[in-house]
């Protein structure tokens, strides 16, 4: 797949020290190539505020590693082959290729309308069936695989004491998304399904397995494993392997998991999960119908820059509430701000963007950084002068993404 156009980064002229982030698991490694992964969507409701907040919260983290002077390597998949996507189709009637590509479009352009920096590596299930099925056959030289009917199935038994969760709370919800524990015949509850047998109206391949499509999980290990740059084999194929806290159990574990039987590399020093976002007090979610759409939002005359500036605000390990009213106050400060960039005389800036790094630095504290910013532009409209406005206008557009 073709990614959304790139973004242009203005140079940092500008110190930027090691980033500091809340992982859920894992240890920071620091080189001079940033190899990140972030999950991508499942093409049948996109873009929420939940995905936008996501991918937003790991563009500010490849934005701050490329001003550190890193290389960065990006990979993300499109999941076009999955039950969700399928289920979706049929109950709008709609074939599941035209539904996934009409939201993968979709998805495109609010991340370009968004300034995402798009991915390296960009790719879809459908793409890459063939590294799905080269990567069961070495699982199976592993004698990591079974049978079970028409489906082939990751013996996880190995795995189990490295679980992150109770045993209890990891069956409970393998089985609310997508897991099948109650299954007669598997070896352990938790084994995932690594190539499935295909209903009439889904697509199959042809495998040495028999006819069929690939499992949830193995997609995200293949396709990092493809796309990862590694120099020995002592070091992760990934800096960060990306996501919303949902995915910790059962997508992320079984990732890493699989990918590290196939591979024989440690899969990720550090995973790095975003808080849910909740809207009128509930979760937003699929199920309970209240999802706010990024397409919706800006359809409504809503600045693209606001919208961005109102999600990256929000703090984000932690889980959130979005109401309008974050737009509005971001609409207020953002205009604040465009009215002090527009001065000819400005405030000094340099102390000021050396604090919004700082701020950045220490778990991507944003609403640190605007706070700096915003008394940066109260100073300039009370007339103080001595910056430069094109320094912290190129500082806000690359560090931040705030095109104002």
């Avoid at 778990?363 to 007339?383: I, K, P």
């Amino acid at each position: 797949m073709k990614p959304w156009p790139n973004v242009y980064l203005p140079p940092a002229s500008f110190k930027f020290p090691e980033l500091s982030i809340n992982s859920t698991w894992g240890r920071r490694i620091d080189r001079d190539k940033f190899n990140i992964y972030v999950c991508g969507i499942t093409p049948y409701d996109a873009t929420h505020l939940g995905h936008a907040r996501t991918y937003l919260t790991f563009d500010l983290i490849n934005r701050y590693q490329v001003l550190r002077g890193r290389s960065l390597n990006f990979i993300e998949n499109v999941t076009d082959v999955d039950d969700p996507l399928f289920e979706r189709a049929r109950r709008d009637g709609i074939f599941w290729k035209d539904l996934s590509d009409s939201q993968v479009r979709l998805f495109e352009s609010d991340m370009t309308s968004l300034r995402v920096l798009p991915p390296k590596t960009y790719l879809s299930v459908s793409e890459t069936v063939n590294l799905v099925i080269d990567g069961i056959k070495k699982l199976d030289d592993k004698k990591m695989i079974y049978k079970l009917d028409q489906d082939l199935y990751f013996d996880i038994g190995s795995h189990l004491k490295s679980l992150p969760i109770s045993m209890d709370d990891a069956i409970q919800i393998f089985q609310e998304r997508g897991g099948d524990p109650n299954r007669p015949g598997k070896r352990n509850s938790l084994d995932p399904v690594l190539w499935r047998e295909s209903k009439s109206d889904e697509p199959s391949w042809e495998s040495p397995f028999g006819l069929g499509r690939p499992g949830w999980h193995i997609e995200c290990s293949v396709i990092a494993i493809f796309g990862a740059t590694v120099t020995g084999k002592s070091e992760p194929l990934l800096d960060i392997q990306g996501g919303g806290t949902d995915l910790i159990f059962p997508h992320h574990f079984m990732t890493k998991v699989i990918a590290e039987e196939i591979s024989n590399l440690t899969f990720a020093a550090e995973y790095v999960h975003t808080g849910m976002l909740g809207y009128d007090g509930e979760k937003m979610s699929k199920s309970k119908g209240n999802l706010v759409f990024v397409n919706e939002i800006l359809k409504s005359d809503v600045d693209p820059m606001v919208l961005r500036y109102a999600l990256i605000k929000l703090h984000y390990s932690e889980d959130s509430m979005w109401d309008n009213a974050l737009l509005d106050s971001a609409a207020l400060e953002i205009t604040k701000i465009r009215s002090a960039l527009s001065r000819s005389e400005v405030a000094p800036t340099s102390n000021i963007i050396q604090n919004m790094v700082i701020a950045l630095s220490k778990n991507l504290d944003v609403d640190l950084a605007l706070r700096h910013l915003l008394n940066w532009s109260e100073e300039t409209l009370q007339g103080k002068s001595g910056g430069n406005v094109g320094t912290i206008s190129r500082f806000i557009d690359s560090a931040l993404g705030l095109a104002l």
